[in-house]
């Protein structure tokens, strides 16, 4: 219990701090990386699985499986003590040396880094400084109303709950099986397959979440996910490949398809999500709960999917279809766009009633231009930031020419 509880944590946290800790232009790359890792674990883990095969009847085909994960695991904690604390950790511990110390350490130390490392620590030291006037975050506070807070928690919940009911799992977990009826000899060697298409199309998925944002993606996602899984579930229940060879070849093709969908679209963009979307003060807490439920419904499919087989073979696929549906038009309905913008805009365009989530898209924090959400940062002498303690209005407050012919962008309070 306390293995299971420390990788749950592990788990939860890592995304969260490459979200705290990451420029903004790559953040959706850096913690990307976090989902390309997973696959790379398990693509290493059906090749261990496949050699150690070969060693039954003797207890080391799961022993060694199992012991060569240890490395790994001190690969990381050793790793981890060789990075800086999270800026926003810092600044909220009242550390603010050491948080300019970690910003820079992140962005780099040539001129241009030390204006944009500044300017970072000017947006992480306001929106602390407004967390800092509210109570301790606690658990009920995930669920209250204010500032749009329930609206995420939900959201990150039924994020993290459409990713497994993507029925990636089902290949993962049932894939050799699946396989072998399909007429692939060795079901190992399947498991590999998939693993190698999981892997190599994650590189894609973080060119493609941090190019089209978050939303686009993870619709066209849904659908493509959606067809290839109805045409699995239709062949395989029409002619079944234990009597037909083709049949077989056919789901074999549209299962990769769907994977090569999936892994470029769903598996790296919620990981990224829940590190971005959430606010500040309950961040940790909320990015815990919506992990919770990709696990819930990860074992309610791995628990439950060979007794629903035993009874619909087959036509289990059009349950995950319909399944990824559901997942477009929710992303379309209620999930902003949060890509390119820093953690604190992210927190205010939630909170902006002119904004809907299918016009986040072309949001623009105030006091920057279009440009900014592309990954640039503008020079201090082109924002002028009026007051100190509230935060900015989420709608751009408008451009104004000075005697000069300069470009001033205002930022206004509410």
Known sequence: MVLGYRCWRIVGVVPLYQSETAPKALRGSLVGTYQLAITFGI??????????NQLTPSSASWRIPIALGIPFACILGAGILLMPESPRWLEAHNQPEKARKAIMSLNGK??????????????????????????????????????????????????????????????FYYGSSIFQNLGLVN?????????????????????????????????????????????????????PPETDRTSGQVMIVAGCLFILGYA?????????????TFPTRTRAKQGAIATSANWTWNFLIAFFTQPITQRIAYRYGYIFASCN??????VYFFLYDSG????????????????????????????????????????????????????????????????????????EHA
């Open 110 to 171: 040539d001129e241009a880094s030390v204006h944009s490392a500044e300017r970072q620590y000017k947006e992480i030291k306001t929106a602390v400084e407004i967390e800092a006037k509210r109570n301790k975050a606690t658990w009920t506070d995930c669920f209250r109303r204010e500032n749009k807070t329930l609206y995420r928690t939900i959201l990150g919940m039924v994020l993290q709950s459409g990713q497994q009911l993507t029925g990636a799992n089902y290949f």
């Open 43 to 52: 693509l290493v883990a059906a090749c261990f699985n496949l050699g150690t």
């Open 325 to 330: 549906l559901a997942n477009a038009a929710i």
């Open 264 to 276: 470029t679209t769903w598996a790296p963009g919620i990981w990224i999500l829940i590190g971005e």
């Open 340 to 411: 390119g913008l820093p953690l604190e805009a992210v927190d205010t365009m939630y909170n902006d009633p002119s904004v809907k989530p299918w016009t986040s898209g072309s949001y623009i924090p105030v006091g920057y231009e279009s440009r900014y959400k592309a990954g640039a940062d503008l020079e201090d002498d082109q924002v002028t930031v009026v007051g100190d303690s509230d935060p900015p209005r989420t709608s751009l407050a408008g451009k104004e020419k000075d005697s000069k012919g300069k470009t001033e962008t205002r930022i």
């Open 187 to 239: 079901p190992f060697v399947s498991q590999i397959i998939l693993n190698g298409v999981n892997f190599a199309c994650t590189f894609g998925g973080l060119y493609i979440m941090e190019r089209f944002g978050r939303r686009w993606p993870l619709m066209i996602g849904g659908l493509w996910c959606s067809a290839w899984l109805f045409v699995f579930a239709s062949v395989g229940t029409a002619i």
